[in-house]
């Protein structure tokens, strides 16, 4: 960052903590400039004038003066909220979950408009989606294939032939995200046992709009065991666990 040099970008707050008495540095994912990360002088005073404006995930129009390691928030206007997540324990738990995801991801200020836009309309999505689980589906997929990971849930990732229907014993690799055949399995490893019915919702879920998701159907069991499969792949590429989702392994 150049020093003193001020910049203007709309984000979303990811991440906070809390230094000192009074300031808190946050991580904010930028449409402009990606990750950035930036102080907020005396937010934690009763009079300050971004109280509330930067609570996680809230939206905002920021000025931010650069400096030569962290940023200094200047000016905070609200741009959007979510109030419907946090009415919704498991909502806004999945919502803090692909933040998660963006934070690991993403390099600080690199733009990457994207995924921020992919961000801000599955978040309004999931605000009135009775089945949230649906939508951090379909960002995965979508994240993972914005981010340059495509993956193949039509033909086997090893011998390249379409896998067969009615198949209840592939792989998930958890090297390449794509599918493994039934007879490959034997001559590979790093991979979860799924079957057809799940090669089929990840398939199904890559290529349908986000208009439409209200509509699609699926067991919860198959996307509970899709989620899983997801979360330990994610993990695997980032080489970190992921931990906003462990609130519910219990």
């Not at 030569?68 to 419907?84: A, D, H, Q």
């Not at 034997?186 to 398939?203: A, G, P, Q, V």
Request: glycine share 4%; net charge neutral.
């Amino acid at each position: 960052m150049l020093a003193n040099k001020e910049i203007s970008a709309t984000a979303i707050t990811l991440k906070y903590y809390d230094i000192g008495e009074s300031d808190k540095i946050y991580a904010l994912f930028s449409r402009e400039y990606g990750i950035i990360r930036a102080v907020a002088k005396g937010i934690k005073k009763p009079k300050s004038k971004f109280s509330g404006r930067l609570d996680l995930l809230n939206v905002n129009e920021l000025v931010i003066r650069e400096g030569r390691n962290l940023g200094t928030i200047v000016e905070c206007e609200s741009y959007k909220v979510f109030p419907l997540l946090r009415l919704d324990y498991d909502k806004l738990i999945y919502s803090l979950f692909l933040g998660e995801l963006i934070l690991l991801f993403s390099n600080e200020g690199e733009s990457f408009e994207q995924v921020f836009d992919l961000l801000i309309s599955t978040l309004e999505a999931i605000q009135k989606a009775d089945i949230p689980l649906i939508y951090i589906i379909w960002f995965e997929i979508q994240f993972l294939s914005l981010l340059g990971y495509q993956s193949n849930f039509s033909e086997c990732d090893i011998c390249k032939q379409k896998v067969a229907e009615k198949n209840n014993r592939l792989g998930y690799s958890l090297s390449t995200g794509s599918i493994i055949c039934e007879h490959c399995l034997k001559i590979t490893y790093n991979y979860k046992i799924i079957d057809d019915s799940i090669k089929n919702i990840l398939n199904n879920l890559k290529y349908i709009d986000i208009n439409s998701l209200s509509e699609f159907n699926a067991e919860a069991k198959n996307l509970n065991k899709i989620q899983d499969v997801l979360k330990e792949y994610l993990s695997s590429l980032s080489e970190r666990k992921i931990k906003t989702l462990s609130v519910f392994d219990n």
